[in-house]
């Protein structure tokens, strides 16, 4: 086996080591997509993103690809399990599974995966450190390499106007986030999408951290904010899809140790 690569090498050199997966069919490939979710709704529960109901992490289904796997309304994260999960469609038909769907789950979501084909899941959860950052209003800075990620790609739907449960509020929640790879929701909390459910979760539980952080430093102090061009470098290697699929193999791997049942 070769030599694993240093901290220093470039995405490139990194993905001849560790190969995105591939599929042999549109079933293996929904299995896939079907665990990932299972485990990614796992962590939430393990690092504490539950609120209540609120909270919904979606992945789109690869051969339906106007339907998108959801959890059920008001199960726990930390029980969930791949025969739970709901396929429901743009228009809020419920394909397969037996339980209601979250009203809010559908209004966002619905509006994300019909404005942007490319996003195969997105995440949202009303996490402590994410929704108090949104009740200031602002983007993050680029004060520590982790939040390089987000350099240039997170922005701010600055307009709460209460619990979304029209669709066309989840347009404009979508029209707002472009081709960005996360949205602060002023007043609410954060959203993540990108090319696999590993990724959007990886950006969520990186960006609730680094919300954490910067409320940290504000409290202590004046951070010191990066110049543009060394957040522009260093988000070219930290901040890619790639990058955020591998950083979240560690979580993946550790939670499928821990919990199995996750896959009944």
Known sequence: MPETPTSGSSEAALSLYYDLPTFSSLEEERRHRQERLAAAFRIFGKFGFSEGVAGHITARDPEHTDAFWVNAFGQPFADISVSDLLLVSHTGE???????????????????????????????????????????????????????????????????????????????IAYALGEHAAVILRNHGLLTVGRSVDQVTWLFVTMERTCQAQLLAEAAGTPVVMDEDVAAATHALVGSGFAGWFSAQPMFDQILREQPDLLD
């Open 94 to 172: 419920v394909l397969h599974g037996d339980y209601a769907v979250n009203q809010a789950a559908f209004a966002i979501h619905s509006g994300i995966h019909m404005t942007r084909p490319d996003v195969v899941a997105a995440a949202h959860s009303h996490s402590l450190y994410g929704k108090a950052w949104s009740s200031l209003g602002r983007t993050l800075d680029p004060i520590t390499q982790d939040s390089c990620i987000f350099w240039n790609d997170h922005v701010l739907f600055d307009d709460y106007t209460g619990v979304v449960n029209d669709p066309e509020e989840g347009k404009r």
